[in-house]
């Protein structure tokens, strides 16, 4: 039986970089949200707090509609294009 994934939605982890884009995670606990998350922003900071204040326990509409079935990851949805980038 496979694991079932939650979902995460909240603030890019990176403005520098990934100004004007959302980022998602598809993970099997808070925990392993926070690893990924971790491993996405290549530092050590505390990504648990990060997930706890300023991420929603949501995938969002638009992830939804175009990621129906996803994998374990994090994923970068832009504000206004709505362009999708799986990038862990």
């Given amino acids: 039986m496979s694991r079932k994934l939650k ?3 909240g603030r890019t982890f990176d403005w520098h970089r990934w100004k004007g884009w959302h980022t998602n995670i598809a993970a099997y606990s808070k925990t392993d949200a926070a690893r990924l998350l971790s491993q996405a ?3 050590a900071r505390n990504s648990y707090n990060e997930i706890n204040v300023y991420f929603s326990p949501c995938w969002g509409t638009v992830m939804q ?3 129906p079935n996803p994998e374990r990851g994090v994923y970068m949805e832009h504000e206004q294009t709505r362009e999708i980038r799986k990038i862990l």
């Fill in 7 to 9: 979902f995460f939605n």
């Fill in 41 to 43: 922003a290549n530092h």
């Fill in 65 to 67: 509609e175009v990621v």
